[in-house]
């Protein structure tokens, strides 16, 4: 059985509930209707390894999550390049069904597939430029597997937004805001709002090379 057959056997295991699209083509893909949260593939053993994500006029290009599939086995710089490119994650042509299978689970459900210690690369690399608020809750969300809205909520806290507010901003309910609230509280591993302030705030320092001090 051919890898692409392989490969369409193992998502047609997986329990979806946003578009998928596996593609093959760079041309085919300008020209493809994107939908937010699509999960997009992109099989570089046919389309060859992009350098940085593929274009799409569509506005809803910044709502989809990038992965990488059928590809060879790539260095450590290439593996950090691509997860600060844009990417979620990087599928080896070589890589187990078992391994295959964990990764699509992971993917549909938003969260990064990238080695630990990659990851782990990306932040310290961040750490030493100076660092945005954005920036940081990238980073925060590369470590601590934060989705999208999570990150879009994180970021709302930031400036001082109120559930109400966030909601407004991002066409959700105030409910459903507290369900993201909570959810940072336990990736993060903080208690209250002020704990994410301060964890986001401690990032933020460390990127700019600005120690922490030290209590007596």
Request: net charge positive; glycine share 4%; with cysteine.
């Amino acid at each position: 059985m051919s890898w692409l057959a392989n490969w369409r056997a193992l998502l047609g295991l997986v329990k979806a509930t946003k578009p998928q699209i596996h593609c093959r083509n760079l041309r085919e893909f300008a020209h493809l209707q994107l939908e937010p949260g699509t999960l997009i593939f992109f099989d570089t053993a046919s389309m060859g390894m992009p350098k940085y994500l593929p274009y799409n006029p569509s506005s809803n290009l910044s709502e989809c999550n990038f992965v990488l599939v059928n590809t060879v086995e790539l260095e450590n710089a290439a593996l950090t390049h691509f997860l600060k490119a844009g990417y979620c994650g990087i599928i080896r042509s070589n890589e187990r069904p078992e391994q295959v299978l964990k990764a699509l689970e992971n993917l549909t459900k938003n969260e990064i597939w990238f080695p630990r210690s990659i990851v782990e690369q990306a932040v310290k690399d961040y750490q030493r430029n100076n660092s945005s608020p954005d920036q940081v809750v990238y980073e925060l969300a590369a470590a601590y597997g934060l989705s999208k809205r999570e990150q879009q909520v994180c970021l709302a806290l930031i400036d001082g937004h109120k559930n109400c507010e966030i909601a407004n901003k991002l066409f959700i309910s105030t409910h459903t805001v507290k369900c993201h609230v909570t959810s940072l509280y336990r990736k993060l591993g903080v208690n209250s709002r002020h704990e994410i302030l301060q964890a986001v705030n401690r990032q933020h320092r460390l990127g700019r090379g600005i120690t922490e001090p030290s209590i007596q």
